[in-house]
C-alpha cells in the first residue's frame, strides 16, 4: 500500500466512526522518512470548547485499533494522537461555518489574482467557495483550490485570556489559615502538657 495514500485511508476511517463519539478528525498527516513514518491523528471535540489531553488520551484507544486493523505502512510507524493545537487545521465545510469570525490562512494550489496566500476574517463556506475577507473585501476562494487553510493563532489573546484564567482562580482560592503555633496546636490536642517556663528562664 502506497504511504502516500495511507493518510487519506485513515481518515475516512476514523470518520466513519468519530461522530458516535462526539468526536471530530481535524485531519490525518504522514510525516518523517518512508522507512518509518510518524501517522499524526489531530481529534476535537464535534461541538463546544476545544479537546482536552484527558480526552485525547482517553480517544487514543479506539483511533489506534482503528489504524493496526488497516495496516497503512508495509513496515514499522509511530501512531500520534493530538488535539488541533492553537493553529487549527480547517478542511471541510462545517469547519468554515463553525469558525467563521477567526483570523485565517488560505494556501492555494494555483495563484489567485496573482498570489498563493490569503490571510483574513473567515466569514464561512457557499457554493463551493471558502470565503475570507481581506482588507475590507470579501474573497471568494475554491475549496477545490485549497492546499491548506489553518487558524492564525492571536498569541496576544491567548496569554491575555491565560492571566485572566489564572487571576480568577486565584482570587477564588480558600485563603490560607492562619499558622497555629506549635505549642497551642499540641495544647488544644490535649496530647502534651504545655509548661510555660519563659519566666524561669528570665530569672535565671
Given at each position: ?7 487519506e485511508l485513515v481518515l475516512e476511517a476514523l470518520e466513519a466512526h468519530a461522530a458516535e463519539r462526539g468526536l471530530d478528525i481535524v485531519d ?36 489506534s485499533e482503528v489504524v493496526e486493523g488497516l495496516d497503512p505502512f508495509a513496515g514499522a510507524y509511530e501512531l500520534e494522537v493530538s488535539s488541533?493545537g492553537v493553529d487549527r487545521p480547517l478542511r471541510k465545510e462545517a469547519d468554515f461555518t463553525r469558525f467563521a469570525g477567526e483570523t485565517v ?100
Amino acid at each position: 500500500m502506497a504511504a502516500v495514500k495511507a493518510d487519506e485511508l485513515v481518515l475516512e476511517a476514523l470518520e466513519a466512526h468519530a461522530a458516535e463519539r462526539g468526536l471530530d478528525i481535524v485531519d490525518v498527516e504522514v510525516a518523517g522518512p518512508a522507512s518509518h513514518p510518524t501517522l499524526r491523528v489531530r481529534i476535537d471535540n464535534l461541538e463546544g470548547d476545544t479537546i482536552d489531553m484527558d480526552t485525547v488520551c482517553a480517544q487514543t484507544a479506539w483511533v489506534s485499533e482503528v489504524v493496526e486493523g488497516l495496516d497503512p505502512f508495509a513496515g514499522a510507524y509511530e501512531l500520534e494522537v493530538s488535539s488541533p493545537g492553537v493553529d487549527r487545521p480547517l478542511r471541510k465545510e462545517a469547519d468554515f461555518t463553525r469558525f467563521a469570525g477567526e483570523t485565517v490562512v488560505f494556501d492555494a494550489k494555483t495563484p489567485v489574482e496573482g498570489r498563493k496566500s490569503w490571510t483574513g476574517t473567515l466569514k464561512g463556506f457557499a457554493e463551493g467557495n471558502v470565503l475570507v475577507e481581506v482588507d475590507g473585501q470579501e474573497c471568494a476562494l475554491a475549496l477545490d483550490n485549497m492546499k491548506r487553510c489553518h487558524i492564525k493563532p492571536d498569541f496576544d489573546a491567548i496569554m491575555a485570556a491565560a492571566k485572566k484564567a489564572a487571576k480568577q482562580a486565584k482570587a477564588q482560592a480558600p485563603a490560607n489559615p492562619r499558622p497555629v503555633p506549635a505549642k497551642a496546636a499540641a495544647a488544644q490536642a490535649g496530647d502534651v502538657e504545655i509548661e510555660d517556663v519563659s519566666d524561669e528562664d528570665d530569672a535565671e
